[in-house]
């Protein structure tokens, strides 16, 4: 893999921006033709550095209303306990991230869901009883204020 160029960071930080631009629009705004364009777009997609498009959705538009942050200390420190863990947390839709973290917790979850009742159903029926969770600890967001992609 070659080093990024001034090229490749501008093409990275518009399609950050806006993932549906048209490659034509695309290569304008970097100054570059069509074809050479694409296959940077193209490189960079094989190189693993852009690693896929989506859709950024509205939540509470779609009913999920909490969004919460969730520490969870695992009953043994040894990465297969993490690993199970965290397949056992990847089967459940709500959980959205899981980070194994450094410092007092094992593992940081990022949940959406409806509402508290929801929450409460969640941690008690599915998350709580994992096998290797020992404790968890809840925070929930009450408005986020930063939103932004990686600078280049």
Known sequence: MRPLDRTDRLILDILQRDGRIAISELATRVNLSTTPCSERVK????????????????????????LVFLEIKLSAKSGDVFDRVAHDLAQI??????HY??????????IICRDNEH????????????????RTETYISLEQQIERQIQL
Request: glycine residues 8%; positive net charge; hydrophobic residues 40%.
């Open 43 to 66: 490189r960079l997609e094989r190189d693993g550095i852009i690693t896929g498009y989506y859709a950024r959705i509205n939540p509470a538009l779609v009913d999920k209303n909490l």
């Open 93 to 98: 839709p709500e959980v959205l991230e899981c």
């Open 101 to 110: 973290t450094t410092g007092n917790w094992s593992i940081l979850i990022k």
């Open 119 to 134: 929450l409460m159903q969640l941690l008690n029926k599915k998350i709580q009883p994992i096998d290797g969770v020992s």
